[in-house]
Every structure is written in structure tokens, then in C-alpha cells.
């Protein structure tokens, strides 16, 4: 096992000198185990081929601006760079509230993709301008709990102080808020996916 560990930091020691082999010896010795670690976190094939870039990205602008701290511990430290990439990939995709509508389709799900080429862009800008064109049809006080649960992210109780109704109510209003918007949606004939 040290021999390993020296082997890395020699292999870095060289990438640092300028030897770019160095890097593909430490990106194939590893692989496998950074991609796996990845995967198990976010099982999608893509998005882990994604991360596992960006990892490397990662490790290459440290190295080359020579910030990496040399403690012979290069595997522990990409490992880490890994985890903080996934966490960040679940930050910036889970924005948006969910909501568990126990039919088969959430109105909301179509609004927090981030990965999205411009073709699903333009149709993600239109669905969510359709949203809220739907939104205006909903009674006003439905209207506000809604609005300020999925676009100004408050929680029930924030709303329940803020409207000063109960908790219950704020609930009671949002349930119908997303039945009402169901039924104006299955009215109008409107498809809403991207």
C-alpha cells in the first residue's frame, strides 16, 4: 500500500515538472474507483462521466497553478474533490420544491431540469410561462400560498405567519391550488412537458 502512495506522489511530483503522461498514469490507476464512487452516489452513467470530468478538470487547474498541498495523499483528496462535485450536481438540480402528487404527473417536475440544451431551454421558458399564466386563474388566496411555496421557496409555517392562517390551512390551500390547476390544465386542453 505505500508503495502506491509514494508512486502517486512521484507520479504528481512529474505532472508538476511538467510530465502530462503522469496525470493519464493517475487517471488509470483510479479510475475505476473515483467513477464507482461516483456512480454510487448519483446513478446516472452520464451525469457520474460528467462529474468524473469535472473532478480531473478540477485536479488539473490545482496542479498547475501548484496549490495541491503534497501529503502523499493524492487518492483521499481527488476522492474529496469527487464528493464536493456530487453534493454541488444535487444542490443546483434540486432547487425546486417537490412535491409528492400522488397522480401520475407533477406539473412541477418539468421546471427543475438544469441540464438542458436550447431547443429544451425554449420549451422549458414556455411551459414555465404557461405555469403562470395558469397560476392567474387559480383563486387569489390559493394563488399566494402557491407562489410563495414553489417560486419564493418559503416553508408552510413562513407562509401560515406570513398569511396568518394555520398551517393547516396554508396545506389545505396549496392541495387546492394544484387540484384547481390540474382541472384548468385537463380544460384547456394544455400539455405540459419538456
Not at 44 to 62: C, G, H, L, N, S
Not at 105 to 124: C, P, R, T
Amino acid at each position: 500500500m505505500k508503495q502506491s502512495t509514494t508512486t502517486d506522489a512521484l507520479l504528481v511530483s512529474a505532472y508538476m515538472n511538467g510530465n502530462e503522461s503522469a496525470l493519464c498514469d493517475l487517471i488509470t490507476r483510479h479510475k475505476q474507483r473515483i467513477y464507482s464512487f461516483i456512480y454510487s452516489k448519483v446513478f446516472d452513467r452520464d451525469i457520474a462521466e460528467d462529474i468524473f470530468q469535472d473532478t480531473f478538470i478540477k485536479v488539473i487547474k490545482t496542479l498547475k497553478k501548484g496549490a495541491y498541498n503534497e501529503e502523499g495523499k493524492f487518492l483521499p483528496w481527488v476522492m474529496r474533490i469527487a464528493h464536493n462535485l456530487v453534493i454541488d450536481h444535487f444542490r443546483k438540480n434540486n432547487r425546486m420544491p417537490k412535491f409528492e402528487n400522488n397522480d401520475d404527473f407533477n406539473i412541477f417536475s418539468v421546471l427543475s431540469d438544469g441540464a438542458l440544451n436550447i431547443e429544451k431551454q425554449m420549451i422549458k421558458g414556455q411551459v414555465e410561462s404557461d405555469v403562470r399564466r395558469l397560476i392567474q386563474e387559480l383563486p387569489e388566496d390559493q394563488k399566494q400560498v402557491l407562489i410563495m411555496r414553489i417560486y419564493k421557496d418559503m416553508s408552510f409555517k413562513e407562509i401560515s405567519e406570513q398569511t396568518g392562517v394555520s398551517i393547516n390551512t396554508a396545506l389545505g390551500r396549496m392541495r387546492y391550488a394544484l387540484i384547481n390547476l390540474r382541472k384548468v390544465i385537463e380544460k384547456h386542453n394544455i400539455i405540459l412537458t419538456n
